[in-house]
Antibody
Framework: QVLLVESGGGVVQPGGSLRLSCTAS????????MHWVRQAPGKGLEWVAA????????YCADSLKGRFTISRDDSKNTLYLQMKSLRLEDTAVYYC???????????????WGQGTLVTVSS | DIQMTQSPSSLSASVGDRVTITCRAS??????LAWYQQKPGKVPQLLIF???TLQSGVPSRFSGSGSGTDFTLTISSLQPEDVATYYC?????????FGPGTKVDIK
């Protein structure tokens, strides 16, 4: 069955960096676009970034551009989110999500990981 | 960028009631609209995509409609297990914005 497992979360000071990972199994990872979504404590869902199935297209939310970078390593079935210059408001649970349709990213998300908590605090 | 709004932000209804949630896009998105359900402490789950297509395994009391800029999610007969926050999302193009959510509970 499809499984997405995030890791790499933790406590980081403002201005610090962190790299999140999402390890996928149960489907052909290299044929699906992938996304990151975050949810601050008690708040709604916020779309963060997307990457196409072959890594040739990437898109990050405007408010995060320049600080967050999405990437993938198909040899490891792993999705990454590199975060730098972290701010207090980046505190959230970060989810990775798989799209329904292969070979694209403009598709809803049918599987989500359990999330990894990032806490930015001094 | 296209903005997504939802109404109401919260509602309380009785078991068996018909519940309707509205989602509006600031520009047309054809039918590239999904609805997700997030129960307290749980991961979001896809309910409906392409505005009206029920995801496999989702109870038939859930339905979606709309196209362009205006969409609705309807629960035909509210059940206790439907207590959750519901989010719409546009996915026609980046950014893949979510609506602010509608919290549904039982009266």
């Amino acid at each position: 069955q499809v499984l997405l497992v995030e890791s790499g979360g933790g406590v980081v000071q403002p201005g610090g960096s962190l790299r999140l990972s999402c390890t996928a199994s149960g489907f052909t990872f290299s044929t699906y676009g992938m996304h990151w979504v975050r949810q601050a404590p008690g708040k709604g869902l916020e779309w963060v970034a997307a990457i196409s199935y072959d890594g040739s297209n990437k898109y990050c939310a405007d408010s995060l551009k320049g600080r967050f970078t999405i990437s993938r390593d198909d040899s490891k079935n792993t999705l990454y989110l590199q975060m730098k210059s972290l701010r207090l408001e980046d505190t959230a649970v970060y989810y990775c999500a798989k799209v329904v349709r292969s070979s694209g990213w403009s598709s809803p998300f049918d599987y989500w990981g359990q999330g990894t908590l990032v806490t930015v605090s001094s | 960028d296209i903005q997504m709004t939802q109404s109401p932000s919260s509602l309380s209804a009785s078991v068996g009631d018909r519940v309707t949630i509205t989602c509006r896009a600031s520009q047309g998105i054809n039918n590239s609209l999904a609805w997700y359900q997030q129960k307290p402490g749980k991961v979001p789950q896809l309910l409906i995509f392409a505005a009206s297509t029920l995801q496999s395994g989702v109870p038939s009391r859930f339905s979606g409609s709309g196209s362009g800029t205006d969409f609705t999610l309807t629960i035909s007969s509210l059940q206790p297990e439907d207590v959750a926050t519901y989010y719409c999302q546009k996915y026609n193009s980046a950014p893949f914005t979510f609506g602010p959510g509608t919290k549904v509970d039982i009266k």
